[in-house]
């Protein structure tokens, strides 16, 4: 369980009381580009099987099946709030599902998909539960089958505005700073690169990578 928290996870909106603002929130905060960007580097075809680890409130699960209505879609997190949210966001629209579970814990088999999106996930992770959500992503992908992150990292410094300065102090944070995320990825086998980073006003900055798995 995480510490001083009730649940063995940490919500999208940080509590359960916040989740009815959290969607206006990630459109105050610009997270539709982001998405969008995300997306973009995906390269999603039609057919492919595309799984979102910590999809929240189906956000970018949405916005990936829009972009190929022939992909199959699945959103995982273990907050059953937010995944009633995204099913209900997800009414009528076939090929997408959401399902409850941990990205450290991934319900599925090996090799089962082309691509595994993440947004804003990673920092919600101690140090251990890190790893294993990498070994496990690793496992369900296919060979040359690629994890594309956003989260908060990379090269932040206090030149990058208040919300950096805050960041850097942050037990959530912290251990997503510098080249902790193409390490991790890298241990577990993938070939990392970072794709591209941009400074963000609310979260300091944001970094993109792609991580594939050998063929």
């Given at each position: 369980m995480i510490k001083h928290h009730p649940h063995d996870y940490l919500p999208a909106a940080g509590h359960d009381a916040l989740l009815p603002g959290y969607d206006l929130l990630t459109r105050l905060f610009g997270f539709n580009r982001v998405y969008d960007r995300l997306i973009a580097q995906a390269e999603l075809a039609d057919g492919q099987r595309i799984l979102e680890i910590g999809c929240g409130t189906g956000n970018l699960s949405l916005k990936a099946k829009r972009s190929q209505p022939a992909?199959?879609?699945?959103?995982?997190?273990?907050?059953?709030?937010?995944?009633?949210?995204?099913?209900?966001?997800?009414?009528?629209v076939s090929g997408i599902r959401f399902e409850r579970g941990y990205a450290q814990r991934l319900p599925y088999a090996d090799g089962e998909f082309d691509r595994v999106l993440s947004s804003m996930m990673l920092h919600h992770l101690d140090s251990d539960a890190k790893t294993a959500a990498a070994a496990e992503i690793f496992r369900v992908l296919r060979p040359g089958g690629r994890l594309h992150l956003v989260?908060?990292?990379?090269?932040?410094?206090?030149?990058?505005?208040?919300?950096?300065?805050?960041?850097?102090?942050?037990?959530?944070?912290?251990?997503n700073l510098g080249d902790a995320i193409p390490q991790l990825l890298r241990a577990a086998g993938f070939d990392c690169t970072e794709v591209a980073t941009q400074r963000h006003r609310f979260v300091g900055r944001l970094t993109y990578y792609r991580a594939i798995r050998p063929a």
């Open positions: 992909a199959t879609v699945i959103g995982l997190d273990p907050d059953p709030l937010a995944l009633r949210r995204a099913e209900r966001k997800a009414n009528k989260d908060m990292g990379g090269d932040m410094t206090a030149h990058d505005g208040l919300a950096a300065r805050l960041v850097r102090h942050s037990p959530h944070a912290a251990g």
